[in-house]
């Protein structure tokens, strides 16, 4: 595994840690090895003095110093430029040695944990040296980061460009939220237990909504967030495949081909927005100052570092889409996201249409509520059920009860960072859980007309949420005109459905 970035944040809280994870639970081989490149002026011993603290913190109580001692034989690092040529004919060089020495047999995985523009670069000198030729005997495989392009022009440049050198079975976009276990259990849901996918449809669902919520601010990020915003960092990435697990036919198999068949099968029958549709189905805000749950008072986005005292940039974006297909016709979808929520909390919950009452006429029903299934993806990661039942007593009397799966309860806390699951699979080849030029590229495509409407007309308001709120009033209205409400952002150890 060659890890191109190998100085940076990721490389120290996520990749490393997720390699001890795996590591820890013997699914690397001894044949395994890890070399890092960056410009740091490090050799392979002061490369993981550099990682050790950082690595023994995230990994918390899983740490175990005969692990550690075991990675370090295969930890190496290698100094040079990545832009320049004759780095890569001394990669070449430190490869061919370190297959001989650990017996890897050609096989790597080229992990770019770099700026998105740089990978085009990276890929163009692997391809000259030779390092991305497959043989029937070895493998060579690339991981790169979000995000996949800026918007639909710049998506779809970047995959012709990476699909120079490399094939689209070669690249693997990798999302951490896809390694994420409720996630990945989506599919087991649906399609493992009889009673669920006779109710997945348009006759028993009236609505859904994905809830991804981060109570923290941009953080050391804001050079890039400014340029991003809400809708491009989080929608057309992360919650628009989550959309698409929930959404797609069963697959004819679990392998990799048929799955991301499906997926992008759901996302061609999304209806993107007109220009029209954006200014009543699409919602932007920016946070100002508030006060957080735990008390903490924070500023307003426009005063965090690299972000312009007048940006106009969305920290929050809510989004209704619809689909055009048999199974999905008339149910609407509400997506939103957004920046300094009350709480860090990620879902999916499915609300189902409301029975009769007629039954119950004379009875004392009039608070009975629609049944709502919610997937936690996080934290505290599991399933619940609300349906309503019989209070006891003499008299005929309804109330909401739940039903809560938590996935610690069951199977313990195993120690992740969200990474592992990924590569491990890439390591495997299977590309499930990895996006496939396509998806990417209909991702963009759905939000275009949102980006095209926000970039033409400047919001009227800005900030127009507080710190430590659900968003902005506007995103409530997006669902009251519909007769609905958003669920309740709940705090972490409040996970009951309400």
């Not at 770019?112 to 163009?124: K, N």
């Not at 698409?244 to 029958?269: C, H, Q, W, Y």
């Not at 992740?416 to 209909?442: P, Q, R, S, W």
């Amino acid at each position: 595994m060659i890890i191109f970035g190998a100085g940076g944040d990721l490389t120290r809280r996520k990749l490393i840690p997720a390699l001890f994870h795996l590591a820890h639970g013997r699914l690397l081989p001894d044949t395994f090895a890890v070399l890092g490149v960056d410009k740091l002026d490090l050799d392979d011993v002061s490369f993981r003095d550099s990682i050790i603290e950082s690595v023994r913190q995230q990994v918390g109580d899983a740490w175990d110093p005969a692990i550690w001692d075991w990675m370090c034989e295969r930890l190496h690092y290698m100094q040079g430029n990545i832009l320049e040529e004759p780095v890569y004919h001394a990669l070449c060089q430190r490869l061919t040695l370190m297959d001989v020495e650990r017996g890897t047999d050609g096989n790597y995985l080229f992990y770019l944990a770099i700026p998105p523009g740089l990978f085009g670069d990276v890929t163009h000198h692997l391809g000259m040296i030779g390092l991305t030729a497959q043989t029937e005997d070895d493998w060579r495989r690339v991981i790169i980061e979000k995000p996949f392009g800026s918007d639909l022009d710049s998506a779809r440049a970047l995959n012709r460009m990476l699909h120079q050198t490399l094939d689209e079975e070669q690249i693997y976009r990798i999302d951490h939220y896809l390694g994420k276990e409720t996630v990945q259990n989506i599919m087991v849901f649906r399609f493992a237990n009889g009673f669920i996918e006779p109710l997945w449809n348009r006759q028993h669902i009236d609505h859904v909504q994905i809830t991804v919520a981060e109570s923290v601010g941009v953080e050391h990020r804001g050079n890039y967030y400014d340029q991003a915003g809400a809708l491009r960092d989080m929608i057309p990435n992360h919650l628009l495949v989550l959309l698409g697990f929930l959404t797609m036919e069963p697959p004819n198999s679990f392998e990799s081909k048929a799955v991301r068949d499906e997926i992008n099968k759901a996302l061609d029958a999304i209806n993107p927005l007109t220009p029209e549709q954006v200014l009543t189905h699409a919602v932007r805000g920016q946070y100002s100052e508030g006060v957080m749950l735990d008390g903490e008072r924070v500023s307003d986005y426009r005063s965090s570092p690299g972000v312009a005292t007048n940006s106009s940039t969305e920290t929050f974006a809510a989004i209704k889409l619809t689909m055009d297909n048999w199974r999905w016709a008339g149910v609407p979808f509400y997506l939103r996201t957004g920046k300094r929520l009350v709480s860090q909390y990620t879902e999916v919950a499915i609300q189902f249409r409301r029975a009769p009452k007629t039954m119950f006429k004379g009875a004392d029903v009039a608070d009975m509520n629609p049944d709502m299934l919610v997937l936690r993806i996080q934290p505290n990661e599991g399933i619940q059920m609300s349906f309503d039942a019989k209070i006891p007593g003499p008299r005929m009397r309804v109330g909401t009860v739940n039903m809560d799966f938590c996935y610690a309860d069951y199977f313990g806390n195993a120690p992740a960072t969200g990474y592992e699951t990924l590569i491990y699979d890439c390591m495997n080849g299977d590309a499930t859980l990895f996006k496939h030029a396509d998806t990417v590229e209909k991702g963009w495509e759905i939000v275009e007309s949102v980006q095209d409407v926000w970039s033409a007309l400047p919001p009227r308001k800005f900030p127009n949420y507080a710190a430590g709120t659900c968003g902005p009033e506007a995103a409530i209205d997006l669902l009251k005109r519909d007769g609905r409400r958003w669920r309740r952002i709940v705090r972490p150890k409040d996970t009951l459905i309400k």
